[in-house]
């Protein structure tokens, strides 16, 4: 039987397996963190992802993991480039991932086009009982992607994933 | 179209990649010192975005011909960085450090908002990402300005008087460089006279708003020298420190 060749798609798919370091319910694609796959000669393989945060320090471990990933799918060199060609934002997270963050109980990051507005920190829908009477407790979180606000209907203080 | 001047845009480059590097790395002193636990995460994490602005602002010096990233960040002469005075203080207490924060970030945040239309592109790139972690710099920033201003007489008083003591060296960030007429004619960057003239207008009324007076910009003599390669007396012990931390362990992480 002959081998079908390696797509685009097959890699995307198998990226799906690679989970965030910091939140490893949701994969790099969800994150949105890769922003171009292509496949070159004898099935070379260049994964082009960006940063969610200049300072992040799980990108090296990404790319890491990227390379372990599909090393198993194609015999052919893997190469990951981090650059900021595309920038990211949270608009980004896909669909399922936004529904995982919001099953993980993080509060959803509103649409930032372009811009973080001051108002799309406060009073935040709190990811436990949907109350709006809530507090920003501070943007730095324990990772950089996160900001901590507390809820004053459930009293109890959650984390939401920042509108980047 | 004209090739843009690459010895104007490296100047650039250096000063603010070896801004964020040596505040980046004075920021996070303040870890495990912090007055409360948030204001200690805060400042540690915004201290990690500052040294990886640095690293990727060191990384496009490096495409463009220079050495390393590491090598530029933790094996250079003093006389070559070109870090402005305000950075290269020590963590003092937290009033200076919190007003530091506060005058520091605004401008980078415009500098960066600036830039993010500019002609070298792949500095453009960068600068609109990083605006973008910026606002969460000078959220806090004015944050806790508006609050320390506003508590008491004696808090107000300790905020002014860190502001009296910040401002000459924060005008020594917009210290003119070689090149200011070229990275203007060529699209890079309008220049820091410019920058100089949105950062005042930007700060006065937050100052203001927040119960300070702003010091007077005409009797103030700016903190220059830093742009050049002169530094205080600050900053030798803190480079040879990082120099050392480097060479223990060169694979560390940032
Ligand atoms: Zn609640």
Known sequence: MVRESLSVDDVWKALEDVKDPEIPKLSLVDMGIVTSVSIGEDESVRVVITPTFAGCPALKMMADDIKDRLGKLTKGNVEVEVNYDVQWSTDMLTEKGRQMLKE???AL??????????????????????????????????????????????KQAFEQFKPV | MNEL???AIRDLLYRMADDQLILGHRNS?????????????????????????????????????????????????????????????????????????????????????ML???????????????????????????????????????????????LEFCFPLALGIFEPSDYE????????????SELQKEWLAHIEPLLAGSGLSMPDVSSCKPS???????????????????????????????
């Open chain 2, 224 to 254: 220059y020298g830093g742009r050049k390669g002169r530094h205080t007396e600050h900053l030798k012990p803190l480079l040879d420190e990082m120099t050392e931390v480097y060479k223990i362990d060169p694979s560390a992480e940032w």
């Open chain 1, 104 to 106: 993980s109980h993080f």
């Open chain 2, 5 to 7: 001047n690459k010895d």
């Open chain 2, 181 to 192: 007429k070229t990275l203007a004619e060529q699209g890079v960057f309008p220049g820091e």
């Open chain 2, 29 to 113: 002193e303040w870890t495990g010192l912090g007055p409360i636990l948030e204001e200690d995460i805060a400042f540690s994490s915004m201290a990690q975005d500052k040294l990886g602005q640095s690293l990727a602002l060191y990384t496009l010096l490096h495409d463009l011909g220079d050495k390393d990233p590491d090598t530029l960040a933790f094996n250079r002469e003093e006389k070559d960085f070109k870090c402005c005075h305000l950075v290269e203080y020590p963590i003092g207490g937290y009033e200076f450090s919190l007003m530091r924060h506060f005058l520091f970030d605004s401008s980078e945040a415009l500098r960066f908002g």
């Open chain 2, 116 to 162: 993010a239309g500019s002609s070298f592109s792949p500095l453009a790139k960068i600068a609109r990402k990083f605006r973008g972690e910026l606002r969460y710099h000078t959220m806090h920033a004015d944050t806790w300005i508006r609050q320390l201003g506003g508590a008491n007489e004696e808090s107000r008083a300790k905020i002014q008087s860190s």
């Open chain 1, 109 to 154: 990051p509103g649409q930032v086009n372009g811009f973080v507005s001051a108002e799309s920190l406060i009073k935040v829908e709190c990811p436990f009982c949907g109350s709006r009477d809530t507090r920003l407790q501070s943007p730095f979180g324990p990772t950089q992607c996160r900001a901590i606000h507390y809820c004053d209907n459930c």
